[in-house]
């Protein structure tokens, strides 16, 4: 178990076990902030997320600058 890890509701889940474990999903009016090192593939991690997230709600928002 991990100690972290939210007893709520999930929210919507990342398509990724370990992840989903970890962070319990994203849930509404939550800011998910992801960063890294340049070309270590966020843009792609993040719309992989926004797909599969598109697949359970109605609409997902992808936003990048």
């Not at 966020?42 to 936003?63: N, Q």
Request: glycine content about 6%; charged content about 20%; hydrophobic content about 40%.
């Amino acid at each position: 178990e991990i100690p972290y890890a939210s007893k709520k509701e999930p929210g919507v889940y990342f398509g990724l076990p370990t992840l989903n474990r970890i962070v319990q999903g994203l849930r509404p009016k939550q800011l998910a902030i992801i960063a890294a090192r340049p070309s270590i593939g966020k843009t792609d991690f993040c719309l992989s997320v926004a797909l599969h997230a598109s697949k359970k709600r109605p609409a997902a928002r992808f936003l990048t600058t």
